[in-house]
């Protein structure tokens, strides 16, 4: 047994690097390294502008908006013309759109409801990309677990990588620049998802096509069938109301005044790096049961937002970072090792619509009550109740029995 374990982990490696998915990978990381890059930009060309804090969040409330609302949509055109297709149409629209941007505060004419619509559609752009994040790994790399290792290590380091060389553009040339480089990695990322070659990408019509609303109420069918499923999408709805919601402006309203914006930073990218370490656990750890190794994991999430609501100091507060990150490094890993490996093909970015769609849906809730349930109860009170709320949501999962016994399918290496 031991042996065929590491013959099977020695082989992965050459299953998991096949043309078609360093193609893919190379995608994948330049878009995150510009996504990274994207904050940064545009909290510094507002501000330089003279919108506020409530201009930024009205321009990434327009993205995030039109993401959830779109996704769905997103994944019945990703199942019906193609996921490939639709990523590389997605990335060219946002080629446009950030060109625009980038056009826009070179010469200076900031308009805040133009860029509220310039992320309006990124947002309907990245609804229409993300079903096929889900539905083309399967096709491009035979080990699935090894493969969303990879992503998800490449993508955190990415997101460490694009704000810092966002910031260096910034005070080297412009937000303007960001901009521009940003459409630049999408256009990158397109002709990577083109070189692609996927056999049979499109689905083959026999007899007439059911109708676009058939094609979605069949993903919700398919999606409601299965209940290990939208038992977790359920469960981590709440932690985005209690925990991941508030988290972001609490934690940085907590340890900016305290420590300053360097140790802000610090902690940051401790949570990045930590998301890195979960995926790169994934690649050497192969469970029988993922969900289940996935929730044992899931307890240590809520360690950053627990060690700032305890008032830590800064090391702890890191350390606490670097193992939610590395927790939901791995859980994510698990999670959609599991959806891209128990769902047929046909459905697949309908059913991943519809669970992106219900984990993000209730983010923007759990920010918009942050303030007024620290108001209420205080900021370390709801940021020490967001750690303990994972660690309830973690026993529920293990006591679900069809979350819980998932065994690991065979493509999942």
């Known amino acids: 047994m031991g042996r065929a374990t590491s013959a099977r982990r020695r082989g992965d490696g050459r299953r998991l690097w096949s043309r078609d998915f360093a193609l893919f990978f190379a995608a994948r990381a330049v878009a995150k390294t510009g996504d990274g890059m994207l904050p940064v930009a545009l909290a510094a060309g ?50 446009f759109t950030q060109g625009t941007a980038a056009v826009l505060f070179l010469t200076g004419h900031v308009v805040l409801w133009q860029i509220c619509v310039i992320g309006a559609v990124n947002g309907i752009a990245a609804g229409a990309f993300q079903p096929g994040v889900a539905s083309v790994v399967p096709r491009v790399a035979r080990d699935v677990q090894g493969a969303n290792g990879v992503l998800r290590t490449a993508e955190a380091l990415a997101m460490l990588v694009g704000p810092a060389v966002a910031g260096l553009l910034v005070a080297l040339v412009s937000a303007a620049g960001v901009f521009a480089v940003h459409a630049g990695t999408y256009a990158a990322g397109a002709l990577l998802l083109a070189l692609i070659r996927l056999p049979g990408e499109v689905p083959e019509r026999t007899g007439r096509r059911p109708g676009y609303l058939a094609d979605l109420a069949e993903g919700w069918r398919e999606f409601r069938s299965r209940t290990w499923m939208w038992s977790v999408i359920l469960l981590w709805m ?20 305290a420590h300053g914006a360097g140790a802000y930073g610090l902690v940051s990218a401790a949570l990045g790096g930590g998301t890195a370490l979960g995926g790169v656990a994934a690649l050497r750890i192969r469970p029988r049961f993922p969900l289940r190794a996935g929730t044992y994991a899931l307890f240590g999430a809520g360690a950053f937002s627990v060690a700032v609501g305890l008032g830590l100091p800064v090391p702890a507060m890191a350390a606490g970072a670097a193992l939610s990150g590395a927790a939901m490094g791995f859980w994510g890993v698990m999670w959609m090792t599991s959806v891209q490996t128990r769902v047929p093909g046909p459905v697949l970015g309908r ?61 999942a290496g």
């Not at 990434?60 to 039109?66: G, K, R």
């Open 46 to 95: 507002l501000l330089a502008h003279g919108h506020g804090a409530g201009g930024i969040g009205a321009a990434m409330a327009s993205f995030s908006a039109c993401f959830v609302g779109f996704v769905v949509f997103g994944g019945v055109l990703s199942d019906r013309w193609g996921a490939r297709r639709l990523m590389v149409l997605a990335d060219l629209a946002r080629v």
């Open 238 to 257: 709440v932690l985005m109301v209690v925990m991941w919601g508030p988290q972001v402006p609490l934690t940085a309203g907590e340890i900016v005044p």
């Open 351 to 411: 059913i991943h619509a519809y669970e992106v769609a219900g984990s993000l849906a209730m983010m923007p809730v759990g920010q918009a009550l942050a303030g007024p349930a620290a108001a209420l109860l205080g900021p370390n009170a709801v940021l020490v109740g967001g750690g303990a709320a994972t660690v309830a949501v973690g026993l529920a999962l293990l006591v679900l029995r069809p979350v819980r016994d998932l065994p690991a399918a065979g493509g």
